[in-house]
């Protein structure tokens, strides 16, 4: 079964518009193509992460890019999967990007306010699993409220159709949380991977916040993947500093933490020095920048 984040099927979702998703068979990664100026393309690797395999070849991958002509490529790697820091000198940029919060599903670790928050939400809600593509209106509902309550953007804004690419892919599992005899209070997505799970997308109500339906879906996670290797939380929302209440939440059930690298390589000099004359920063690929989009935008 190929892994989500490898799967051209959830690539083309998150880009209907753009080109067919590259395979770069020397890592065992897929990744988005993109338009990037009249007649230039660059590429991206899979959204949230790329599962680049250890073992990966990263010149030869370079190498395959570089002959189709794109520009650059970008991509964060996976914690669970991806190489060592030191294979990563290849890239022109290798740095450390966010903290990953993972737990060992064999021995879970769960802290005491965590360990009462989950007996607390287990008087209020059920938590079952059930398949996404029966419960789509429902996902796009929550998903929708958390879209406008923290303004999100981009390919994490997702469509309808990205959501029914996903609900079709053979390696998620999704529980539920509800009220008892009462209504949907949340949902979340997990990827499964050869001996990992990856906490892939959900979303809660504000009554399933008050109610503590993130730590019942948890919980429940705990015990429909136990014996199945790691799990990845994820990190930080955005780029977000770790003291949130988000990160204190992921932190609680975590076993230990993983660093994801940011990774990427300039692919034809020529053509990203056009893209990038005038413009400065550390973002890669320069001319992709938030704020030269938003000022090209305007």
């Known amino acids: 079964?190929?892994?989500?984040?490898?799967?051209?099927?959830?690539?083309?979702?998150?880009?209907?518009?753009?080109?067919?998703?590259?395979?770069?068979?020397?890592?065992?990664?897929?990744?988005?193509?993109?338009?990037?100026?009249?007649?230039?393309?660059?590429?991206?690797?899979?959204?949230?992460?790329?599962?680049?395999?250890?073992?990966?070849?990263?010149?030869?991958?370079?190498?395959?890019?570089?002959?189709?002509?794109?520009?650059?490529?970008?991509?964060?790697?996976?914690?669970?999967?991806?190489?060592?820091?030191?294979?990563?000198?290849?890239?022109?940029?290798?740095?450390?990007?966010?903290?990953?919060?993972?737990?060992?599903?064999?021995?879970?670790?769960?802290?005491?306010?965590?360990?009462?928050?989950?007996?607390?939400?287990?008087?209020?809600?059920?938590?079952?699993?059930?398949?996404?593509?029966?419960?789509?209106?429902?996902?796009?509902?929550?998903?929708?409220?958390?879209?406008?309550?923290?303004?999100?953007?981009?390919?994490?804004?997702?469509?309808?159709a990205a959501f029914e690419a996903l609900a079709r892919h053979p390696s998620i599992v999704t529980l539920r949380a509800r009220e008892v005899d009462g209504p949907v209070l949340g949902m979340h997505v997990f990827a499964l991977g050869d001996g990992t799970v990856h906490s892939h997308l959900a979303a809660t109500s504000g009554r399933g916040y008050d109610l503590g339906a993130g730590y019942a879906i948890h919980a429940a996670a705990l015990e429909r993947f136990r014996g199945r290797g790691l799990m990845d939380l994820g990190g930080a929302a955005g780029l977000e500093e770790e003291d949130t209440g988000l990160a204190r939440f992921k932190a609680g059930f975590a076993s230990e933490t993983r660093e994801a690298w940011l990774c990427g390589a300039v692919l034809d000099p020529r053509r990203y020095g056009r893209l990038a004359a005038g413009r400065e920063g550390g973002y890669f690929p320069i001319y992709r920048a938030p704020d030269l989009a938003r000022t090209a935008a305007a």
Not at 53 to 81: E, F, Q
Not at 95 to 109: C, E, N, Q, T
Not at 114 to 123: P, V
Not at 135 to 143: F, G, R
């Open 1 to 160: 079964m190929t892994h989500l984040y490898a799967d051209g099927a959830w690539l083309r979702a998150l880009d209907p518009d753009g080109e067919a998703p590259l395979s770069v068979d020397p890592w065992g990664a897929t990744v988005r193509v993109r338009r990037c100026g009249p007649g230039l393309h660059d590429a991206a690797g899979a959204y949230p992460v790329c599962p680049i395999r250890s073992d990966a070849d990263v010149p030869a991958g370079l190498a395959i890019l570089r002959a189709w002509g794109l520009v650059s490529v970008v991509l964060v790697t996976d914690v669970l999967c991806g190489p060592p820091a030191q294979a990563l000198a290849p890239f022109d940029v290798a740095r450390p990007f966010k903290k990953h919060w993972l737990v060992d599903l064999a021995r879970p670790s769960i802290s005491k306010h965590h360990r009462y928050e989950i007996r607390r939400a287990a008087r209020a809600c059920v938590v079952d699993e059930v398949r996404l593509v029966d419960h789509l209106d429902a996902w796009n509902t929550l998903y929708g409220a958390l879209v406008a309550r923290h303004r999100i953007t981009g390919v994490q804004a997702f469509s309808r």
